[in-house]
């Protein structure tokens, strides 16, 4: 995979499924009573993992591309799996299928790959196990493996240290399996898909302000859910299309969700030219076109509670910002740290390999933009993000961008360079 430097961007296109959406299909589609139908589900190998691991403990899942079915067995249907639960790269896989496992009447053990496996699970080991589970990382480093022998849980009120959808969805799926009702505060609002769909599928969910709740052992009933674009994949062509000359391109169908949008409004700061079209809600999501143009953009800063809107955006924005003029500041962003690279690190590096002017902070970094970029070899780091972000920069320097593993596209975007190329000339 080569990337150099375009003339223009034109074209209409649509990006794969939502991915947290995805995930969350198929989980609550298992724990459903009655069948369970995703179209546009996203068919990467995270959201894989997800049906792998459902389909180990007893559930019967057809999967055609983005088209999946599923037939659920309710709350307390799935089986104790005879092997270990496999969720490769998959942090949303690990932490949200430990809240449903630590409900469940059996022992599993849960384990990915090398990133997985450094990854911080204490952040939901401890509110499980405040709820009664019996959950512990085998090599006592609060990482995966996980062994969790779960059943008995009681409600509790969690304040959660972290603003993570990750956190707040495990203790809230574990909350199902409670007679009573089971509460998440966090810091900051992070996604709320979890909340969105667990009501549509028939639980008593109340949001309010930073403070989610859920009524345990509710029937959960089998939905035909309509998965809109992942905001997160539209975000390499939103940027493409801002940063390269020539550029207009329509991208439809994204999820709008504002717990997601904040790519949308950072880019609105820099003085990027997006218009939305269409504004709708599909399966209870806001979703809308986008149709975004060449701009001239100006540093901004990135900070507060808009980080957990645009987390995973993150690297892209960073590369937004070289083009920029001036300088931006992303602060409040530590998080970036625990992703499935450190994302602080392997953004910086690569930035600064491609000659841009840029330091690392305890909680973000500072870029200096509007100096022309260069190509370079990206150290992925084997994170799908920063492959995706990279190659949108290789899209405006000079010579040849090339990457160590660019086929780690495929956890989240497998058809990545295919739509790149189509739209690229
Ligand atoms: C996700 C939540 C976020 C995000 C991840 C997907 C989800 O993680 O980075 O890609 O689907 O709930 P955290 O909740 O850990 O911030």
Request: glycine share 10%.
């Amino acid at each position: 995979m080569e990337i150099t430097k375009i003339n223009g961007i034109s074209g209409e296109i649509t990006v794969p499924g939502d991915k947290s959406i995805s995930h969350r299909g198929v989980m609550f589609g298992a724990i459903s009573q009655g069948i369970t139908e995703l179209t546009g589900f996203l068919d990467g190998a995270d959201c894989r993992s997800t049906i792998s691991c459902f389909r180990k403990m007893g559930i019967e899942i057809k999967q055609d591309n983005d088209h999946v079915i599923i037939y659920g067995k309710g709350l307390h249907g799935l089986s104790s799996p005879t092997d270990i639960l496999d969720v490769g790269n998959s942090g949303t896989t690990t932490r949200l299928m430990s809240g449903i496992l630590a409900g469940s009447n059996f022992t599993s053990t849960v384990n990915g790959d090398a990133s997985i496996q450094t990854r911080p699970m204490k952040r939901i080991i401890t509110p499980l196990s405040m709820m009664g589970a019996d959950i512990k990382s085998l090599r006592g480093n609060d990482c995966a493996p996980l062994q969790i022998n779960g059943g008995h849980l009681h409600p509790i009120h969690y304040d959660s240290p972290v603003a993570s959808a990750q956190v707040k969805s495990a203790v809230l799926l574990a909350g199902l399996y409670c007679d009573g009702v089971t509460s998440v505060t966090e810091p900051v609002l992070s996604r709320n898909h979890t909340e969105l769909m667990l009501s549509g599928f028939g639980a008593e969910v109340t949001s309010q302000g930073t403070t989610a709740s859920v009524v345990g052992l509710p029937q959960l009933q089998g939905q035909k859910i309509f998965v809109p674009g992942d905001i997160s994949s539209a975000a390499y062509f939103i940027a493409a299309a801002l940063i390269a000359p020539n550029a207009e391109l329509t991208i439809r169908n994204v999820n709008c969700n504002p717990t997601r949008d904040g790519i949308l409004k950072v880019a609105e700061a820099m003085g990027g030219n997006i218009k939305y079209e269409n504004k709708r809600i599909v399966s209870g999501e806001e979703v809308c076109d986008l149709v975004v143009k060449s701009s001239s953009l100006q540093g901004t800063t990135v900070g507060g509670d808009i980080i957990p809107t645009l987390i995973d955006e993150i690297p892209m924005i960073a590369v937004m910002a070289a083009y920029a003029n001036g300088t931006t500041i992303i602060k409040d962003a530590a998080e970036l740290k625990v992703k499935e690279s450190n994302r602080i690190d392997s953004v910086v590096m690569n930035l600064q390999a491609m000659g841009v002017d840029v330091t690392a902070t305890d909680d973000g970094m500072v870029i200096h933009g509007g100096q022309p970029l260069h190509g370079a070899h990206i150290i992925t780091k084997s994170d799908h993000r920063i492959a995706m972000a990279f190659a949108i920069a290789g899209l405006i320097a000079t010579g040849i961008t090339t990457f160590d593993d660019p086929n780690c596209v495929v956890i989240s975007y497998p058809s990545f360079y295919e739509t790149l190329s189509n739209i690229c000339h």
